[in-house]
């Protein structure tokens, strides 16, 4: 299936202007028609939406856009892709484990608290 630069901004739920970013910034590719508008198809829409997930992780835009060159430049690239992937996931699961260690933090000290006001309350009572 194909769409229009409209058609494709409301099925990804990005404006027209994001997506002429993207492609002003080597994310995306769109084909064109005999009249040089963008086409997006199905295989942009999967490739826009896994874009969007690594900036949801916190890749920073510049690994981005290396990936994205790589992605482009066909399967050749494929172990630097992997490569990429396994280095952002191993930053992923450091940020899980600090923000791990700060729940636990914060779980004791609500803890602290709610035994501070249960035994304010016995006291009270």
Known sequence: MSYSIGEFSQLV????DTLR????????????????????TDEDK??????LRLKETAMPIKQIKTYARLRYEGDKTSQERMHLLLEHRKFMLEQRRTLDEN????????????KQLNERQGIQS
């Open 21 to 40: 970013y993207y492609e002003k910034e080597n994310l995306i590719y769109p084909n064109r028609d005999k009249n040089n508008r963008r086409v997006y």
């Open 103 to 114: 729940i636990d933090h914060l779980n004791r000290k609500i803890a602290n608290y709610q």
């Open 13 to 16: 739920g990005l404006s027209a």
């Open 46 to 51: 999967s490739w826009l939406l896994f874009i």
